[in-house]
């Protein structure tokens, strides 16, 4: 399973857990939208060839734009709340918590959101094949 059939399922059971109401479709729309984002974008590393200011300019710039997809996210986050029952407010924070602390920090909501080296920043988990034909064969050392 690719990453994002695999976020795209695990998406679908919190919005069945949670029992989105017609009337929450637009906040659980835009939310869902924001979290599928947080993989999406260029990702081609640095070849073989690149030097050290390359590499650590290539994982900077990386960072950076992870950090404003995570706003996003948190904004999305923010007006679906103010759209749900105190119930679905309960089991959405029980999630979200839960999501932190599973396998260091992948997400049920970020099982939704990893950060710069988990799932979404291409590190390795055992949910999704990890084939992009947007990076290079040669994996870069890690950041300074």
């Known amino acids: 399973m690719n990453c994002q059939d695999w976020l ?4 679908g ?12 479709q637009n906040a659980w729309q835009a939310y869902a939208t924001t979290v599928q984002a947080l993989g999406t974008g260029p990702d081609k590393e640095p070849g073989e060839t690149a030097d050290a200011a390359t590499i650590a300019r290539f994982h900077a710039d990386r960072s950076s734009e992870f950090a404003g997809k995570l706003k996003k996210i948190a904004d999305a ?3 679906l709340q103010s759209v749900l029952t105190a119930d679905q407010r309960k089991t959405f ?8 602390h599973h396998e260091g920090s992948h997400h049920e ?3 939704m959101m990893h950060g710069p080296e988990g799932m979404m920043g291409h590190g390795d988990h055992e949910h999704c094949e990890h084939h992009d034909e947007n990076r290079s064969e040669a994996p870069s050392p890690p950041a300074p």
């Open 109 to 111: 909501h970020a099982e």
């Open 8 to 11: 795209k399922e695990k998406l």
């Open 93 to 100: 924070d029980q999630i979200v918590r839960l999501a932190g």
């Open 77 to 79: 986050t923010a007006k």
């Open 13 to 24: 059971q919190t919005a069945e857990r949670l029992e989105i109401k017609a009337s929450q």
